[in-house]
């Protein structure tokens, strides 16, 4: 199920034909007073750090919307699959 973030949420998003999906399990949050700064990227056994390959920069107000798109979306994912464990 996907979820949006954003003010006008009527209107489905326009994504580029340059848009791609890239896997991320590893994650780094920043902020300062005025944005939060998400790192995704992919690390894996054996190195010492993971590579950073999307940077998202945003505001406290879209980072709490995203946080609670996201708390919404763990809850229906554990109701519909059962309780998340581990390491993913």
């Given at each position: 199920?996907?979820?949006?973030?954003?003010?006008?949420?009527?209107?489905?998003?326009?994504?580029?034909?340059?848009t791609k999906g890239s896997y991320a399990n590893y994650f780094e949050v920043g902020h300062t007073a005025f944005e939060f700064?998400?790192?995704?990227?992919?690390?894996?056994?054996?190195?010492?750090?993971?590579?950073?390959?999307?940077?998202?920069?945003?505001?406290?107000?879209?980072?709490?919307?995203?946080?609670?798109?996201?708390?919404?979306?763990?809850?229906?994912?554990?109701?519909?699959?059962?309780?998340?464990?581990?390491?993913?």
């Amino acid at each position: 199920m996907r979820r949006r973030v954003g003010d006008d949420m009527r209107r489905p998003p326009k994504r580029s034909p340059d848009t791609k999906g890239s896997y991320a399990n590893y994650f780094e949050v920043g902020h300062t007073a005025f944005e939060f700064v998400l790192d995704f990227g992919e690390a894996y056994a054996g190195t010492a750090t993971g590579v950073c390959h999307t940077r998202v920069v945003t505001s406290p107000v879209y980072a709490v919307a995203l946080l609670e798109v996201l708390k919404k979306s763990v809850a229906d994912y554990q109701a519909k699959f059962g309780a998340i464990g581990g390491e993913g």
